[in-house]
């Protein structure tokens, strides 16, 4: 059942705005995939900030014109899911994940700050720590040096009190 023009312009809408606020997108062939592994993965990206849309191939590519992701409209071919994420890494951390593990779900391509990116880029994009991941090891890389100090300087106290405890207790018996 083909949609009505207000309702194809209502997906255009909808879909421009998902791709103003995102960063990235990951196009994902879903051929094969049983209802079930389609929920898991829905409900996957959902948790970690990722919209997912099947889509009419024609919709999104008049969605994307125009946009930072309009370099990957040419792959926008045969039964696709797309994958926007105000998260850089997020929706491919979330595909390349469930790929891992279903055989059906097909990485096809993706786009990041205006470039396209190829299978190998989506996985190598998915490999990147999360945001909070990066910040929490930066945190501690800044964290190293004075916690570092801290022994440093604890062990010298420790020293000099053990170092006059031993001079007190040399001095009581004389």
């Known amino acids: 059942m083909s949609l009505q023009r207000s ?4 997906v255009i809408s909808e879909v421009s ?4 606020k995102a960063q990235t997108l990951v196009l994902a062939e879903y051929r094969g995939i049983t209802v079930a592994d389609m929920t898991r993965l829905r409900v996957q990206a959902r948790s970690n900030g990722v919209r997912l849309s099947v889509l009419k191939n024609t919709l999104a590519r008049r969605a994307v014109a125009g946009s930072a992701f ?10 696709l899911i797309y994958g926007f994420s105000e998260d850089a890494v997020a929706a491919a951390k979330v595909v390349a994940e469930f790929a ?11 786009a990041f700050a205006g470039k396209a ?11 990147i720590p999360s945001k909070e991941v990066l910040l929490a090891q930066l945190c501690g890389l800044l964290m190293s040096p004075i916690s570092r100090t801290a022994v440093v ?14 001079g007190q207790a ?5």
């Open 7 to 10: 309702e194809k312009e209502a």
């Open 17 to 20: 705005r998902l791709a103003a």
């Open 70 to 79: 309009d370099v990957v409209a040419g792959q926008m071919t045969g039964p």
């Open 100 to 110: 891992k593990t279903n055989d059906k779900l097909v990485i096809r391509a993706g």
């Open 117 to 127: 990116l190829d299978v190998n880029g989506v996985k190598q994009l998915a490999s």
């Open 153 to 166: 300087l604890s062990a010298l106290a420790a020293k000099k009190g053990e170092g006059e405890g031993v």
């Open 170 to 174: 040399q001095a009581v018996p004389a």
